[in-house]
T-cell receptor, first 111, second 112 residues
Framework: DAGITQSPRYKITETGRQVTLMCHQT?????MFWYRQDLGHGLRLIYY???????DKGEVPDGYVVSRSKTENFPLTLESATRSQTSVYFC??????????FGQGTRLTVV | DQQVKQNSPSLSVQEGRISILNCDYT??????FLWYKKYPAEGPTFLIS?????DKNEDGRFTVFLNKSAKHLSLHIVPSQPGDSAVYFC???????????FGAGTRLTVKP
């Protein structure tokens, strides 16, 4: 029982390609989040979801799309990847006035 | 507009001494605050939290202090240990939307 898993762990893609990062949780937590970590910026919120079929923009949503058809999955799609989207992406679940649990991250490189 | 700020990118302390990590926030709607610890190539892990109705919360060697009037919180680690060396993130939530916002992080190095 892994709790929260992200896939892939590493991804290299070309500029302009669509890429989807997967996030799966086994706890049935309501809230799920996507963050990106960049040097000097820490963790910045891209999108979050309070429940299935409910998603909201965070601080840096441009260029990203999310969906949440099932409680346990929260995929993040880069519709047309740009070099500025090279980053480490973290999915998290929990929150809502309690601790959040993070996945191990996906290191994405856009060339 | 970064609503949670950690102005010290790094901190170095000697083993056994106190580490003090600081965090400031601008959004007065924040009412729940958390600290996370992150090792390289891993996701952040929860360390300690505090509600805005308190001004102090303690858990073993870790204590978080909240000064609401100054919109400032701090994490104290006493005594510091080499295994505490990591990046520490401050985070905040508000009642109206529960999206967690993070600071830029402070890299703590504890020297033996």
């Amino acid at each position: 029982d892994a709790g929260i898993t992200q896939s892939p762990r590493y991804k290299i893609t070309e500029t302009g390609r669509q890429v989807t990062l997967m996030c799966h949780q086994t706890w049935s937590h309501s809230y799920m989040f996507w963050y990106r970590q960049d040097l000097g910026h820490g963790l910045r919120l891209i999108y979050y979801s309070a429940a299935a079929d409910i998603t909201d923009k965070g601080e840096v949503p441009d260029g990203y799309v999310v969906s949440r058809s099932k409680t346990e999955n929260f995929p993040l799609t880069l519709e047309s990847a740009t070099r500025s989207q090279t980053s480490v992406y973290f999915c998290a679940t929990g929150g809502g006035y309690t601790e959040a649990f993070f996945g191990q991250g996906t290191r994405l490189t856009v060339v | 507009d970064q609503q949670v700020k950690q102005n010290s990118p790094s901190l170095s302390v000697q083993e056994g001494r106190i580490s003090i990590l600081n965090c400031d926030y601008t959004n007065s709607m924040f009412d729940y605050f958390l600290w996370y610890k992150k090792y390289p190539a891993e996701g952040p892990t929860f360390l300690i939290s505090i509600s805005s109705i308190k001004d102090k919360n303690e858990d073993g060697r870790f204590t978080v202090f909240l000064n609401k009037s100054a919109k400032h919180l701090s994490l104290h680690i006493v005594p510091s240990q080499p295994g505490d060396s990591a990046v520490y993130f401050c985070a905040a939530e508000s009642n109206n939307n529960n999206d967690m916002r993070f600071g830029a992080g402070t890299r703590l190095t504890v020297k033996p």
